[in-house]
């Protein structure tokens, strides 16, 4: 277990702290919580590109961790969230979300079922205090477990080809939003074939002493695939192109929102299908079966915009120039060669297919300019490569 005397510090250092540190060229850090965590090391594009063409390297130690065992795990899971639990068998990774007692979202994260009964919970955002609230009556232990376990995501179409030559044998094999364990420099490694970039990739999750040395033959082993660290500005790009849905950006959390008609439901963010009303209970359920009934206020939709300028923060209007929603999300993808964005729309605005105006600032040499860009819904993934889903694994 590490030290916890670093409330002494206003930052925390992450375990591979020695490493990122001189590969940090531009010293752009940013802070995720409690720790210090890179936002370029030296070019937000060629960072973003190494993930698209060879394997990018994210830390992921501070990630929120929370530990839930106990004989009563799976029934307070199945109270706590919106999804069946008891369907994320050991040994599988299931995505999740969970709402408040009005249907509205918290926050969404990765459950882990690591063993049986055992269960880790990934969040960005802490949730000790909800975790805690909703575990009175059931016989579970829940425990933060974010300083003991150091974690680094390798994404991209190497990343398979770098872990083999770690010598993870049979890790090709390993399939999407599974879970295998190795040995590695005297303690358990745990690798997992998740990712928040929408390619291959995988997650290792190890005790913070032994992460120095992971990093190095980590980097070792990827030295002929093009293995290069990776921060949080081309991370956000990735998972845009992936359809990926960040708390905070596209959606706030419930319990942290002061206007509640602010806050989104799973199925204002277009996640009904992690909602199983077939469940007898869970937070939030009677205001989800309303809401199925009636229909939502929004829609969360895909957009694909004219032009090369990113849609930041952009009103969405109908064809008439009436506000009907807003961009959550927006960048010019390199990959989809196109001009893509996510955004919420009042309902019943938000079939595919369907054609808006987004309105588009943008400033050349203090002269600002307003564009109303054409756009459409979309229904498909901006970028999924056929390596994703494949199993065995592409080597490359």
């Known amino acids: 277990m590490r030290s916890r005397d670093h409330f002494h510090q206003n930052v925390y250092p992450s375990p591979f702290h020695s490493r990122l540190e001189p590969l940090n060229k531009l010293k752009e850090w940013g802070r995720w919580h409690d720790y210090q965590s890179a936002d370029t090391y030296f070019c937000d594009s060629m960072e973003y590109f190494a993930v698209r063409n060879t394997c990018g390297v994210f830390d992921l130690t501070p990630m929120e961790k929370h530990r839930i065992t106990g004989p009563e795990a799976l029934p307070y899971l199945e109270r706590l969230l919106t999804r069946n639990a008891e369907k994320v068998k050991p040994g599988r990774v299931g995505y999740c979300v969970w709402c408040d007692d009005n249907g509205r979202m918290l926050d969404d994260g990765t459950l882990f079922h690591l063993r049986e009964g055992d269960y880790r919970l990934c969040t960005l955002e802490p949730q ?9 009556g059931f016989d579970v232990n829940i425990k933060v477990e974010t300083h003991d376990v150091a974690a680094l995501a390798l994404q991209g179409p190497t990343s398979c080809a770098v872990l083999k030559r770690m010598q993870l044998t049979d890790i090709e094999n390993l399939k999407p939003f599974g879970i295998t364990h190795y040995t590695f420099a005297g303690h358990e490694m745990m690798v997992s074939r998740t990712g928040y970039s929408g390619d291959l990739g995988y997650e290792l999750w190890i005790d913070p002493s032994a992460a120095e040395e992971l990093w190095d033959r980590l980097f070792e082993a990827g030295s002929e695939r093009g293995i290069t660290p990776m921060g949080g500005n081309a991370l956000d790009l990735v998972r845009i192109e992936a359809g990926l849905l960040l708390c905070g950006v596209d959606f706030l959390p419930a319990d942290s929102t002061v206007r509640p008609e602010r806050t989104r439901s799973p199925y204002e963010l277009g996640l009904g299908w992690l909602v199983d009303l077939s469940k007898p209970c869970f937070n939030g359920r009677r205001a989800l079966i309303e809401e199925h009934k009636r229909g939502s206020r929004f829609n969360f939709v895909r957009l694909d915009i004219d032009g090369n300028k990113p849609a930041h923060d952009s009103f969405i209007m109908s064809k008439n120039e009436k506000t009907v929603g807003h961009v959550t999300s927006a960048m010019w993808s390199p990959s989809a060669k196109a001009n893509i964005a996510f955004a919420s729309l009042e309902a019943p605005h938000g079939k595919p297919g369907e054609e ?41």
């Not at 000790?128 to 009175?136: E, G, M, P």
């Not at 309105?359 to 993934?381: G, S």
């Open 128 to 136: 000790l205090d909800w975790l805690l609230t909703n575990a009175i």
């Open 356 to 396: 808006f105006l987004a309105e588009i600032y943008y400033q050349r040499e203090l002269k600002w300019t307003r564009v109303l860009a054409p756009c459409r819904v979309v229904d498909y993934a901006f970028y999924e490569p056929r390596g994703r889903r494949l199993t065995p694994a592409p080597d490359f």
